[in-house]
């Protein structure tokens, strides 16, 4: 593939992100990233957003194919080894910086092989166009596989309906998942990132965090 269809793709890819609604940018990375084989990656990263949908709409994830909408995009590194994967979805929570402290907590006690908090950047998104860039700027070299279609979840869910109920069961399920102690932490690392991320003004730090 020439390089100005790519250029052409990319243009396009990032056009129909800017269209979508999400509001929070997340990268999550392994305990060691190149080791860890894509095959046991993928497994892992299926199996924690499948995780994800549970605490979130409870029995509706299966039920009803309830299900966070998520675009993922899976990244290689400067030297093509270090693999990870970057997303963007629309926080389910009101309360955004709570969803990101969750979804690094969950993650990084998913399994032996998921980074620490420190290490992964989940964060609320306060530029559209940069987020869009980053995450789709592997495109050049990997084409249309840094989208990965296996994790991404696009469709509708307008019609579900929330009540008083469902967010005590929802409540509950949080605190399953991450104890307070683990969200506290999750939003130590969260707050210092942001304070790496203002200071550096360049996405390019969450390759190097």
């Not at 990244?75 to 990870?84: I, K, L, T, Y």
């Not at 990997?142 to 296996?150: A, E, K």
């Not at 696009?154 to 399953?176: G, L, P, V, W």
Request: proline share 2%; aromatic share 12%; net charge positive.
């Amino acid at each position: 593939m020439g390089f100005e269809q790519r250029k052409q793709e990319r243009r396009a890819l990032v056009q129909h992100l800017l269209t979508q609604d999400w509001d929070v940018f997340g990268t999550l990375k392994f305990v060691n990233g190149r080791t860890i084989g894509l095959k046991t990656a993928n497994k892992l990263l299926r199996s924690y957003w499948n995780k994800v949908d549970r605490v979130i709409y409870g029995k509706a994830a299966e039920r009803q194919n309830m299900r966070v909408a998520r675009w993922c995009f899976a990244h290689e590194g400067a030297d093509h080894e270090n693999f990870h994967v970057h997303f963007v979805i629309p926080s389910p929570l009101q309360d955004t910086e709570h969803m990101c402290c969750l979804l690094n907590a969950v993650w990084a006690q998913h399994h032996t092989q998921t980074a620490p908090l420190a290490k992964n950047w989940i964060m609320p998104v306060k530029d559209r166009a940069a987020v869009t860039s980053y995450v789709t700027h592997e495109y050049w070299r990997m084409g249309s596989d840094t989208i990965s279609d296996n994790l991404c979840w696009y469709a509708e869910q307008s019609n579900f309906a929330f009540n008083d109920n469902y967010t005590k069961q929802q409540t509950h399920r949080i605190q399953r998942a991450a104890s307070p102690l683990w969200l506290h932490q999750a939003q130590q690392a969260l707050h210092t990132q942001q304070a790496q991320y203002e200071a550096n003004g360049d996405l390019q730090i969450v390759e190097r965090g």
